[in-house]
């Protein structure tokens, strides 16, 4: 069974910076493609980034480009997402997820972390 664990959300003020960790369990990590997703109170879950098993390519949604950067470093089975230049507007609980390829979809996304919540103020 495999378990990914997001960490690293908290409350920060607008312009600031957080960095999201995940940690997956397992000997497979290299294997798969991960991406972080976001869901806001009374909003759909929405695609953030995503980044390929070797960490060649990457994925970004228009609203973040240029601010966030997903990296992964498959020595220690994790995947990050470095958030800079932070906005109100990205308040919500971030989860990360496993995917057999690159894609922005949730729909090919078969596991799950439990989320970290993300707070910016104003």
């Known amino acids: 069974q495999v378990q990914l664990v997001a960490s690293g959300g908290g409350l920060v003020q607008a312009g600031g910076s957080l960095r999201l960790s995940c940690a997956a369990s397992?000997?497979?990590?290299?294997?798969?493609?991960m991406g972080w997703f976001r869901q806001a109170p009374g909003k759909e879950r929405e695609f953030v980034a995503a980044?390929?098993?070797?960490?060649?390519?990457?994925s970004y949604a228009d609203s973040v480009k240029g601010r966030f950067t997903i990296s992964r470093d498959n020595a220690k089975n994790t995947v990050y997402l470095q958030m800079n230049s932070l906005k109100p507007e990205d308040t919500a609980v971030y989860y990360c997820?496993?995917?057999?390829?690159?894609?922005?979809?949730?729909?090919?996304?078969?596991?799950w972390g439990q989320g970290t919540q993300v707070t910016v103020s104003s």
């Open positions: 980044i390929n098993w070797s960490g060649g390519s990457t």
């Open positions: 997820a496993r995917a057999g390829r690159l894609a922005t979809s949730p729909e090919w996304y078969n596991y």
């Open positions: 397992g000997r497979t990590f290299s294997s798969y493609a």
